[in-house]
């Protein structure tokens, strides 16, 4: 065992339990193993203090002897060595687990399934006491004596169904369709002792399985969830850290402190990888889009809960508007001494339903409270609400979210943006929901999208909208008609 002081998860679940497999599983990759990659490659494994810890934690055992963790959740950076630490799981489930054992490497897709699997299929061939106990396959590992197996399993796999998993490792959560992590946790309750563990870096989409079950953890380990049957380890750097600040690098990456890792590397990555980017990979954060479109620290730098909307001043409304699933939301921009005040009123769906009434009600009231020059909708979902509106004489105006409306509305809200022109209340939904963005190319440039998160982002699209009308409605003149253009 490679000794050092070992670098804890900033989450962990607690020990309970004095007895564990931890140590014999390290035993059992120390004396079979060999390190793959690195400078070191073909040497025999050496098991760090932080691996020897977890494996200690995520092996522990009951009073009555069964393995605490039915479910295990074990967030790490790239270059830890997460293929390597789901090998030696996956083969001690196989070669030391009970008659029969099922192990799965789990993933995506077969390809990444293929990287864990792969790293273990290594290993058993270039040990002579691995490769007599097992017939190795493509895809499979068998144990003629025990009858037990070790199977690549992705996604898309026939095999999904009826499984009997005794040993699980899915490789990068984040990614993994829903369908297959239910088939595996559910498959393992016919086991007596089952393990199921899932290694993976950070997401991006905290509605994914992924995401959830990050959130979950972070309530038990917080006390606000009692479930003793989750573990839940994740290395990650602190929230607001600066991407060049060394410690932060250290405390997601528990190998760096050890030189398996590349100071030089990381120093280069920081200042050449886009942040999002960096943040999610190296710093092992979970990020609100694939791709952030705005520079870190420039909506924090507009925070102005002092500055309040006040009554008689010109006021703007955007309002992106849905029928289910999505939300509703409205924005009031204000323009006061060169800053726009900037609010946002936002309906989550209960269910599939949100009340239309009740946003047409707090539009109405905002005309008794402020001077509405412009309410700016997009007439797809409100041309009910926007005919009703304007027929009681409030100032309605068609904003289509086409691209060529929307590029030049986001870009605009950009400059505001990191110019510090905008003033916002701090709001977390609405906060959320700005931050959740990502740019989206078009013919015509960019515009926000939600890409491929699940997370909303409507409060951004109608505050770009209110900004676009309330800076540069000198530049479009309303046509003759009902509505304006």
Excluded at 236 to 255: G, I
Excluded at 295 to 302: D, L, N, R, T
Aim: some cysteine.
């Amino acid at each position: 065992m490679t000794t050092t002081e070992s670098v804890k998860p900033k989450w962990s679940t607690p020990r309970l339990y004095p007895q564990s497999d931890g140590p014999a599983v390290a035993l059992f990759g120390e004396t079979f193993l060999t390190i793959s990659k690195g400078v070191h490659a073909g040497r025999p494994l050496r098991v760090t203090d932080w691996q020897y810890d977890l494996l200690e934690d995520i092996y522990e055992r009951r009073e009555d002897g069964l393995f605490r963790y039915k479910r295990t959740l074990i967030g790490l950076s790239r270059k830890a060595g997460k293929s390597l630490l789901g090998s030696l799981i996956g083969l001690y489930g196989l070669i030391e687990g009970e008659p029969g054992a099922e192990v799965y490497s789990a993933a995506g897709d077969r390809q990444q399934a293929r990287i864990v699997f792969g790293e273990a299929r290594r290993q058993v061939l270039e040990s002579d006491t691995l490769s007599k106990a097992c017939r190795v396959y493509r895809d499979v590992i068998e144990v003629p004596e025990t009858g037990a197996i070790y199977r690549v399993l992705a996604s898309d796999s026939k095999l999904v169904q009826g499984l009997n998993p005794s040993t699980v490792v899915c490789d990068e959560l984040h990614v993994v369709h829903e369908d297959l992590w239910d088939a595996l946790t559910l498959g393992s309750g016919a086991r007596r002792d089952p393990m199921v563990v899932a290694i993976t870096t950070a997401g991006y989409d905290l509605e994914s399985i992924c995401g959830r079950l990050y959130q979950y953890g972070k309530r038990v380990v917080n006390n606000e969830i009692e479930d003793q049957a989750f573990g839940f380890f994740w290395w990650e750097a602190p929230e607001e850290c600066d991407v060049h600040d060394r410690k932060a690098w250290a405390a997601a990456n528990p190998n760096l402190d050890l030189g398996l890792i590349s100071e030089e590397d990381f120093e280069v990555a920081a200042r050449q990888t886009a942040e999002v980017a960096f943040r999610r990979y190296r710093l092992n954060q979970w990020v609100r889009s694939q791709e952030s479109w705005l520079p870190s620290g420039s909506w924090e730098q507009c925070l102005a809960p002092e500055l309040e909307l006040v009554a008689n001043v010109p006021t703007f409304v955007g309002i992106d508007m849905a029928l289910k699933h999505d939300s509703i939301a409205v924005v009031c921009v204000q323009e006061i001494d060169g800053r726009l005040i900037v609010r946002a009123k936002i309906w989550l769906p209960d269910g599939d339903f949100i009340d239309v009434m009740d946003v047409e009600n707090y539009i109405r009231k905002l005309r008794d409270d402020y001077d509405l020059v412009e309410i700016a909708y997009d007439p797809a979902y409100m041309q009910r609400s926007a005919e009703i509106l304007s027929d009681d004489g409030f100032p309605m105006v068609e904003f289509p979210q086409s691209a060529a409306r929307m590029v030049p509305a986001c870009g605009h809200l950009y400059e505001m943006i990191v110019g510090g022109k905008i003033a916002h209340d701090g709001a977390p939904v609405f906060t959320d929901q700005v931050m959740s963005a990502t740019p989206r190319s078009t013919d015509q440039g960019w515009r926000l999208s939600k890409g491929k998160s699940k997370r909303k982002i409507d409060a951004a699209i109608a505050l770009a909208m209110a900004v676009d009308r309330a800076t540069r409605k000198q530049e479009v003149e309303n046509e003759p008609g009902f509505f304006a253009f």
